[in-house]
């Protein structure tokens, strides 16, 4: 901040590092019955390939969400998911990662 001899401060932006993540999904299974367990993994890195830890992923069905998990020490988060409230059909499966701070989401 700087003070300006007219009695104007100025405040001068500080510039910040902005982290940009890359999130992974992979579906144990394309096809499966209703009732069945689906396991969701995600991959959660920095553009530097360094794992984020301890980052939330949220996991979707069309748009509901239906669970949110945490990202351990190696940037996984994993999810088995009971597909039993699902009717018969196709059905689009997305994770996001909100990031925070000075991380970028995914």
Do not use: C
């Amino acid at each position: 901040t700087l003070v300006e001899p007219s009695g104007t401060i100025n405040i001068l932006p500080v510039e910040q590092s902005i982290f940009k993540t890359i999130l992974t999904l992979v579906l144990d299974k394309l096809s499966l019955l209703r009732g069945e367990f689906l396991k969701m993994t995600t991959s959660l890195f920095y553009e530097n390939n360094t794992p984020v830890s301890g980052g939330a992923v949220n996991f979707y069905v069309g748009s509901e969400r239906i669970a949110s998990e945490i990202t351990d020490a190696s940037g996984l988060a994993k999810l088995f998911w009971n597909t039993s409230p699902l009717a018969p059909g196709a059905h689009l499966i997305r994770a996001d990662y909100a990031g925070g701070g000075n991380v970028q989401a995914s």
